[in-house]
């Protein structure tokens, strides 16, 4: 499997100086006061696979992504967040199985839009969405859950249900290329 190794993060929210998580074990767990940014962490992880809405990440817009400033210190211009995967394995699919490592980054500029890289090279959003299908990680996945999530499942309206399970079945990129075909 790919497994998640490093989170880095630099001018993300609360992390403006450049700072490395290792996640060295299958269980993590992340303990601080209030306010000293354990959210913040999932909130890069959501952010760099690809949410879209501000909301999910706590903000009114996506730049509020970026270090804002404080009494002490000013803001800052971007946001980056990097993942590190080991993919010692060869379990990444396609042109990416050969590398060794596997890491996955997004970059936010103040005036702009974010850009996404996987091992530096320039992707589309679509491409880490490709890495990640089936696995239950991304925007509408199951591998992050939140406060709240469990009471959202079980409430869940039958076609919200339905995508939980089209992604546990590793079946939902199907669902996406046919709305894309259809589109054409
Ligand atoms: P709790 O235990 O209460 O859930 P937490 O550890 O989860 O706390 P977070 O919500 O991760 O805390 O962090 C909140 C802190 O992050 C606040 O102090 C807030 O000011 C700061 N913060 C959030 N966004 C930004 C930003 N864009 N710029 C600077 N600071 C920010
Ligand atoms: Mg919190």
Redesign the pocket.
Known sequence: KLRLTKIKLAGF??F?EPTAIPVNNDLVGIV??????????I?AVRWVLGESKASAL?GESMQ???????AQRKPVGRASVELVFDNSQGKAIGAWSGYSEIAIKRIIQREGNSNYYINNIHVRRRDVADLFHGTGIGGRGYAIIEQGMISRIIEAKPQELKYFLEEAAGISKYRERRHETELR
Do not use: A, Q
């Not at 601080?32 to 962490?41: E, F, R």
């Open positions: 929210k609360s403006v601080g006061p209030n306010g000293c940014g354990k959210s913040n962490i909130d706590r509020d992504v970026i270090f804002g400033g404080t």
